[in-house]
T-cell receptor, first 110, second 114 residues
Framework: DGGITQSPKYLFRKEGQNVTLSCEQNLNHDAMYWYRQDPGQGLRLIYYSQIVNDFQKGDIAEGYSVSREKKESFPLTVTSAQKNPTAFYLC?????????FGDGTRLSIL | SQKIEQNSEALNIQEGKTATLTCNYTNYSPAYLQWYRQDPGRGPVFLLLIRENEKEKRKERLKVTFDTTLKQSLFHITASQPADSATYLCAPLSMNTGFQKLVFGTGTRLLVSP
């Protein structure tokens, strides 16, 4: 079945460490997105990519980096510069509307 | 700034009743608005999209209205079932940064008891 796969489901980060969250889609969608979800807040857009080899900062890009070398893959790196990384991270893709989401990665600090 | 308001308190209803969830937005005029369902520990799942020129949209037991004058969308689930218990997110489209993006509300948790 077509869909979006995020891995790992749970991830722990040590102080000063960079970690990478994986997002793969087999829907053949051009656009992909990364959101962060915190309790009591709506989804906030971190980065988005409308096409392969191109991506743009969203509303809260500081401390994060992405790449889009393949259409089906859009990994997110949470760098040590992100001082409050504990959150639920959601990846989505779309071809027009609507957006299709993965089941998220929960990142915690050790 | 653009703001999306959904009832932060959980909505508790009995099975068989109609659930009505509210989404209010301020400081912009979205061309359309989407509703998603999110279960705990899962990603949101798309339910319905309603455009600014549509007053009402239906899909099975779901109904969405869109009042651009009141800047409000209402989401109804008729004949509610315990399986409808989840958090429901509204997401109006925003274009203020030159890129079309969805702005998500915080969601309203619906609890349907047998």
């Amino acid at each position: 079945d077509g869909g979006i796969t995020q891995s790992p489901k749970y991830l722990f980060r040590k102080e000063g460490q960079n970690v990478t969250l994986s997002c793969e889609q087999n829907l053949n969608h051009d656009a992909m997105y990364w959101y962060r979800q915190d309790p009591g807040q709506g989804l906030r857009l971190i980065y988005y990519s409308q096409i392969v080899n191109d991506f743009q900062k969203g509303d809260i890009a500081e401390g994060y980096s992405v790449s889009r070398e393949k259409k089906e893959s859009f990994p997110l790196t949470v760098t040590s510069a992100q001082k409050n990384p504990t959150a639920f991270y959601l990846c989505a893709s779309s071809q027009g509307e609507p957006q299709h989401f993965g089941d998220g990665t929960r990142l915690s600090i050790l | 700034s653009q703001k999306i308001e959904q009832n932060s308190e959980a909505l508790n209803i009995q099975e068989g009743k109609t659930a009505t969830l509210t989404c209010n937005y301020t400081n912009y005029s979205p061309a359309y608005l989407q509703w998603y369902r999110q279960d705990p520990g899962r990603g949101p799942v798309f339910l319905l999209l309603i455009r600014e020129n549509e007053k009402e949209k239906r899909k099975e037991r779901l109904k969405v209205t869109f009042d651009t004058t009141l800047k409000q969308s209402l989401f109804h689930i008729t004949a509610s079932q315990p399986a409808d218990s989840a958090t429901y997110l509204c997401a109006p489209l925003s274009m203020n940064t030159g890129f079309q993006k969805l702005v998500f509300g915080t969601g309203t948790r619906l609890l349907v008891s047998p």
